[in-house]
């Protein structure tokens, strides 16, 4: 583009030159300022009812002073060490927030954002469960060292390139389990893959990209025994991002509706479709990835 005119021996900026150099210097300012990120909540979940030490990662989190989420029974305090002799008050801890969770809080996942120096971050989502809690211990890489794992919990862990998580299950002859992962759903790079094995390491069922590249497993157990659940990577990638939430459950779980409408302020004839349903018959021409599922009827009041 032509951006200068003689005129009379001398030389002029053209009205669109100077445009163009104006929204260039913008935007190389713009590029060079600091902006809050939040890229790790560690951890990224937790039971109704309870309180944790939630750590926070990111770039360009200088002088944190809040942490927030989208539901208000979500509630933190920033965590701070003693004061020291030249300090005017307790020191806040930059990256590092109690977080309580109300028992009233419904199960589901919840936007968190940090506050800092260099303003509001992007958006990580936090999982609220209804399961007990566990940790990924981190050392569980064989089946030997599988970490115990009640029915009816949570794990929170994180994946190493390479390698899987083992989780060691009791079941009972007939007992129908779920095993739920979430990772895609809440921000992680894990494409997660899972791998059932018996007692004597003979692989029985596996699963990969079952909600999106999220897995689930539904497998009901042929005898008394010792399970055990594998997680990883489907190429074995690994890392702080590559976090998960894996729920192993004999509980309902809901895979679809039908209708997916309801009519405003009447009564409505739903049927649910899942497994583990209280009631629930098997259901004729509805399975998912090979696995039958189980229909119930129910009246659904919708507001008006």
Do not use: W
């Amino acid at each position: 583009m032509r951006i200068q005119r003689r005129i009379a021996g001398k030389s002029y900026l053209s009205l669109a030159g100077v445009l163009c150099l104006v929204i260039t210097l913008a935007q190389s300012a713009t590029a060079q300022l600091p902006v809050t990120s939040l890229s790790t909540l560690t951890p990224n979940g937790a039971k109704q009812g309870t309180e944790v030490e939630l750590t926070v990662g990111g770039a360009d989190q200088e002088t944190l002073t809040q942490l927030i989420f989208s539901h208000p029974g979500i509630t933190t305090v920033q965590k701070t060490n003693p004061q020291g002799e030249f300090d005017t008050g307790p020191v806040p801890v930059n990256n590092v927030f109690t977080v309580t969770i109300n028992a009233e809080v419904p199960p589901g996942i919840y936007d968190a954002r940090v506050i800092g120096q260099y303003g509001v971050s992007n958006p990580r989502s936090f999982h609220v469960g209804s399961l007990e809690e566990l940790r990924d211990p981190g050392n569980n890489h064989t089946i030997e060292t599988a970490t115990e794992l009640a029915v009816n919990t949570t794990v929170t862990g994180v994946t190493d390139a390479a390698k899987q998580d083992h989780y060691k299950l009791e079941l009972k002859l007939g007992q129908r389990v779920v095993a739920d992962v979430l990772a895609q759903r809440i921000d992680s790079k894990l494409n997660a893959t899972l791998v059932l094995y018996n007692a004597e390491g003979r692989e029985l069922a596996n699963n990969t990209d079952s909600i999106g590249r999220d897995a689930l497993l539904d497998f009901t157990a042929p005898s008394d025994g010792s399970y055990y659940v594998a997680i990883y990577d489907f190429v074995y990638a690994g890392g702080g991002e590559s976090f998960y939430r894996l729920s192993v459950h004999d509980r309902p779980h809901v895979d679809f509706i039908s209708p997916a409408v309801l009519k405003a302020g009447v009564a409505n004839k739903v049927t649910v479709y899942g497994r583990n349903l209280p009631g629930g018959k098997p259901a004729e021409n509805a399975a998912v990835a090979g696995v039958g599922l189980e229909q119930l009827e129910l009246d659904v009041n919708a507001p008006a």
